[in-house]
């Protein structure tokens, strides 16, 4: 042992750290069989088989690791961390660029799954690395961009690393640790389900280095970045929006088993392919930020039978442009006339999809529309006798408290898709003291593929509701988290066996009845 991992283990001995001396003989053990120096490999790696084959038997029938938890985050300069890429192909490398005030760090990789409930297993597992502390971050003025520009800690493999989601936790020896997330997407999803990781909403809300899409360094509207870099770590525990946004699903999905793909809405604007055959694809609980070629891809597989869901709101709202090698997320917002593209390329303009200078509501392809912020309201069920609910005992007017929230979708007479569509549930809520509601709904196109859109953003936090994890979930009950479960499981399940028009019942469509005149 180097005189480094010594060190880092007298400092998991001292009192009061969170790694224990067994802990970390254990972490030192497995990380002996990588390599050394900044070239990483991967250990612990699948025997054999298709890398690819992420919900297999044998990837499924694995045993999880409940260790994969932050125990203590310290201070933001502790530990932190970001990769220059936010999705690889099974095999790729990527780079990983680290800063800690400690000695010595370590880097282990977490797939996330069900696991029989422990929801990761420990993939790989880095040697003790030597810790610095990176030069400042520096701001691109024009657009108030802030990029670390740190040198690269690590090259990092992931030969041996199935497709799925993963969570790279960094250990300092101080005991504090952050998150990197990171996606080990799929070449194909001919025959899957698909699910959609957001990191171009990530890094839309990350304010790391002072500026966010929302706000800049003074905490003003007017002085937020209008391009936001993926060259510096996320805020906050690293991984904030996959763990409360995201997570949920993909353990939910793997635990039923039904076969599974993983991209990013970056990668699909790259390269649709991956689209091509998909069975279903599924965005999850905050996807806010799309290119026009990400929702010009998701309009045509729809169109050529795959089931598409839409599990949180304000889905597909914000028109983003990708630059620098697609590490830089584009949008003006409300000064679209500064954007360079403005006014002769109006349909790349970055601002909402809905406004000039080329509108197109999203609710053509979501079958809803985005409404308000902020809101709290119960969700009510509308059509209990709907595919979507069996088996969760709903009767028409049953209700769940806090399920609608903090922003929320409703189907809007004028801006539907050119498809009928059943509204299931209906909830009034009141929105900046407007009252109105949102809507859960369901549609079908001539390819047969359905189309589910929740109408709140906190559908997918409902999965952990009463379960302890992710906090009190904005007090949501037990009650409340079985029956998004159940309904979950219905759509996932129905949608993972083909075009859905074709194995469930057609939408009624209400509309008119629930709305009155359209």
Not at 51 to 64: L, V
Not at 115 to 121: I, S
Not at 224 to 239: E, K, M, N, Q, T
Not at 353 to 367: H, K, V, W
Request: glycine residues 12%; hydrophobic residues 35%; neutral net charge.
């Amino acid at each position: 042992m180097d005189e480094n991992a010594e060190r880092l283990e007298d400092e998991a001995d001292s009192p009061g750290t969170a790694l224990s001396r067994r802990r970390f003989l254990g972490a030192v053990t497995v990380a002996g069989a990588c390599a050394a120096g900044t070239a990483l490999s991967g250990c612990d790696a699948p025997a054999g088989g298709d890398p690819g084959a992420s919900t297999g038997p044998s990837e499924r029938s694995r045993q999880g690791d409940p260790d994969w938890r932050l125990r203590a985050t310290g201070r933001p300069e502790d530990v932190v961390g970001y990769t220059d890429k936010s999705s690889v192909l099974p095999g790729e490398g990527f780079g990983l660029y680290v800063s800690t005030t400690s000695p010595v760090f370590r880097v282990s990789a977490y797939r996330v799954g069900w696991y029989g409930g422990a929801q990761a297993r420990l993939v790989w597992r880095s040697e003790t690395m030597d810790g610095r502390v990176q030069a400042a971050s520096h701001l691109i003025s024009a657009t108030r961009t802030v990029r670390a520009g740190w040198e690269r800690t690590a090259e990092v493999s992931t030969d041996g690393w199935p497709e799925g989601a993963y969570l790279l936790r960094l250990d300092a020896s101080s005991g504090h640790q952050r998150y990197v997330p990171l996606i080990v997407r799929s070449a194909t999803a001919r025959g899957r389900t698909l699910l959609i990781h957001a990191p171009a909403t990530w890094q839309a809300y990350n304010l790391w280095g002072g500026y966010s899409l929302y706000e800049g360094d003074d905490g003003s509207y007017g002085m937020r970045a209008l391009a936001v870099s993926f060259a510096r770590p996320y805020d906050s525990d690293g991984a904030e929006k996959f763990l409360v946004y995201e997570r949920a699903v993909v353990v939910l999905a793997e635990r039923l088993g039904i076969p599974l793909a993983y991209t990013t809405g970056v990668d699909i604007h790259r390269d649709p392919a991956v689209l091509r055959g998909a069975v279903s694809a599924v965005t999850l609980g905050h996807d806010e930020y799309w290119t026009p070629q990400q929702r010009q891809s998701m309009t045509r597989a729809r169109d050529a039978g795959t089931n598409l869901a839409f599990l949180g709101a304000n889905t597909c709202f914000r028109r983003i442009r990708l630059e620098d090698g697609d590490r830089t997320v584009v949008c003006y917002k409300t000064d679209y006339r500064h954007d360079p593209l403005y006014p002769r390329h109006g349909a790349l303009v970055t601002t909402d999809f809905r406004q000039a200078p080329d509108p197109d509501p999203e609710s053509s392809l979501t079958g809803v529309l985005y409404e308000g912020y902020p809101v709290n309201a119960p969700y009510v069920v509308h059509n209990a006798d709907h595919w979507l609910f069996a088996g969760t005992g709903v009767k028409r007017g049953d209700s769940f408290t806090h399920l609608v929230g903090v922003e929320y979708d409703r189907v809007t007479p004028g801006s539907l898709p050119d498809a009928p569509i059943e509204i299931v549930a209906h909830s009034p809520l009141v929105c900046n003291g407007r009252r109105s509601h949102s809507d859960s709904a369901y549609y079908t196109m001539p390819s047969g593929a359905g189309v589910f859109a929740s109408g709140t953003m906190r559908w997918v936090e409902g999965l952990m509701a009463g379960t302890g994890e992710n906090g009190r979930n904005h007090g949501m009950d037990a009650r409340t988290g079985a029956f998004v479960t159940r309904t979950t499981e219905n759509l996932l399940r129905a949608f993972a066996e083909g075009p859905a028009a074709r194995t469930r019942p057609a939408p009624r469509d209400n509309v008119r009845e629930v709305y009155g005149s359209t």
